[in-house]
């Protein structure tokens, strides 16, 4: 079976603009989670979306938003980018609300 | 609020040796998991295992250990004879309830880089 996969891959900005990243969550798989890793630190919890809807939110600031769709894949879209949003995002799914998690690859982020 | 420690940032062992990574966390909740994922450079998070809090019990899979303590809130990891393929960066982390809701996000420590030399 495949893992999370995560789109794109790479991606470079410039600041003020906006981003949208995506993620496919495991086959069967209801819950999925946004981190942002930046570099040198640990992964830092964004949302949570269980069923289609959203069931935690980090400390992050409202240019930060996220959705999940009916097949539980997940778009994350961060809006007037700083340059301090350039990191590793993070995708991750787990079979349910409070299970081990599991990560997609990642999506590096530059913003310039 | 939770918190998870990892005060090595950088090991640096040679091929074989056995090495332990530190995790201490902080908790009120009384129900709440923990994990170790390895990173290697590829970046993406491998998920290593996941204790249930009130399971003490010391597991061991293959060259890798963890020893869980509640008294302490500790939560190790050993490598035994470690191999160059072990190098990555290694986090703890901790399950935290969202909320009073039943779903929860993970909060992971800084990490600790291990360097396994040939």
């Known amino acids: 079976d495949a893992g999370v996969t995560q789109s794109p891959t790479h991606l470079i900005k410039t600041r003020g603009q906006h981003v949208t990243l995506r993620c496919s969550p495991i086959s069967g798989h209801k819950s999925v989670s946004w981190y942002q890793q930046v570099l040198g630190q640990g992964p830092q919890f964004i949302f949570q979306y269980y069923e289609k809807e959203e069931r935690g939110r980090g400390n992050f600031p409202d240019r930060f938003s996220a959705r999940q769709f009916p097949n539980y894949s997940s778009e994350l879209n961060v809006n007037a980018l700083l340059l301090g949003d350039s990191a590793l995002y993070l995708c991750a799914s787990s079979l349910e609300a409070s299970g081990e998690q599991y990560f997609g690859p990642g999506t590096r982020l530059t913003v310039t | 609020a939770q918190k998870v420690t990892q005060a090595q940032t950088e090991i640096s062992v040679v091929e074989k040796e056995d090495v332990t990574l530190d995790c201490v966390y902080e908790t009120r909740d009384t129900t709440y998991y923990l994990f170790w994922y390895k990173q290697p450079p590829s970046g993406e998070l491998v998920f290593l295992i996941r204790r249930n809090s009130f399971d003490e019990q010391n597991e061991i899979s293959g060259r890798y250990s963890w020893n869980f303590q509640k008294s302490t809130s500790s939560f190790n990891f050993t490598i035994t004879a470690s191999q160059v393929v072990d190098s990555a960066v290694y986090f703890c982390?901790?399950?935290?309830?969202?909320?009073?809701?039943?779903?929860?996000?993970?909060?992971f420590g800084p990490g600790t880089s291990l360097s396994v030399i040939p």
């Open positions: 982390a901790l399950s935290a309830p969202l909320g009073k809701t039943s779903y929860d996000k993970v909060i």
